[in-house]
């Protein structure tokens, strides 16, 4: 390794890369006792108002974002709450691989295990080629497309995955997230705000089956709760997780519904 790579690692740790990987997950299990043990002393200092649950069972040991109605989010009460945010990382970090055998377990079963999958993912999600799967939604736009018209097609093309079961439902839900993070770029490249909400309307429309009438209050804090994740990408990777920070989120995060809680 590069003198100047070897600066960058965590605690100026010295040994191979794979005594390095094993000393950052030790390094990850710490964090999460430390994170425990504020969200604990936390808890005693907020009441936690009644949440309402989606009837939709989903499995055990996975990061969840709740989908909420507007109209209970204005029956909410306005004092903070954080059970939703230690509930959702117990879940999350739970799921989260302790070992490489772990992490190449978990590969397998989400099907990211040989570079012919991992390019073929990379060309699904970018829309980079209509030949890796065949969703029936044409073509991707062309060069001269607008920003609203991106957003729209990969609103289409997200739903449209998430239909196809036979493939790798965990790439459904982080295609979620990427159209959620394009909406918000939509938004910062100046596009129409009223045009971008209602493509989120429409895309909540398809994921819950049912007309979706919320407001741009619950659409914006909708996008804010997506740049939660976001941001952890980021930090993890300048941590020295590198690629890792990810992955974590493409092998173990659950969009079952999607909610951005913000109390």
């Known amino acids: 390794m590069a003198g100047g790579s070897r600066r960058q690692r965590i605690d100026d740790f010295k040994g191979t890369l794979t005594e390095y990987s094993i000393y950052?997950?030790?390094?990850?299990h710490s964090l999460q006792a430390q994170v425990w043990y504020w969200y604990r002393q936390a808890e005693h200092q907020h009441t936690v108002p009644v949440r309402s649950q989606s009837s939709t069972q989903q499995p055990s040991g996975c990061f969840v974002f709740q989908l909420e109605t507007p109209e209970s989010q204005a029956n909410k009460a306005t004092k903070p709450s954080i059970e939703p945010w230690r509930a959702a990382t117990k879940e999350f970090s739970g799921q989260v691989p302790k070992d490489e055998d772990g992490w190449s377990s978990r590969r397998k079963e989400v099907h990211l295990h040989e570079p012919e999958a991992v390019i073929h993912t990379f060309c699904l999600l970018t829309r980079r080629s209509t030949q890796v799967?065949?969703?029936?939604?044409?073509?991707?736009?062309?060069?001269?497309?607008?920003?609203?018209?991106?957003?729209?097609?990969?609103?289409?093309?997200?739903?449209?995955?998430?239909?196809q079961k036979a493939y790798v439902t965990q790439i459904s839900y982080y295609s979620t997230l990427l159209f959620v993070g394009l909406s918000i770029v939509a938004l910062r490249t100046g596009a129409n705000p009223e045009a971008v909400d209602d493509y989120m309307r429409k895309f909540l429309t398809d994921q819950q089956g049912k007309e979706c009438t919320a407001g741009e209050t619950y659409l914006s804090q909708l996008r804010t709760g997506a740049l939660w994740p976001i941001r952890c990408m980021d930090e993890l990777y300048d941590k020295g997780l590198k690629h890792r920070g990810w992955e974590i989120f493409v092998l173990c995060m659950v969009l079952s519904y999607v909610l951005a809680n913000n109390s």
Not at 24 to 28: K, M
Not at 138 to 162: C, K, Q
């Open 133 to 163: 799967c065949s969703l029936g939604i044409g073509d991707t736009p062309g060069g001269e497309a607008s920003i609203l018209d991106v957003l729209g097609d990969y609103r289409v093309f997200t739903n449209a995955l998430g239909a």
């Open 24 to 28: 950052l997950e030790q390094l990850v």
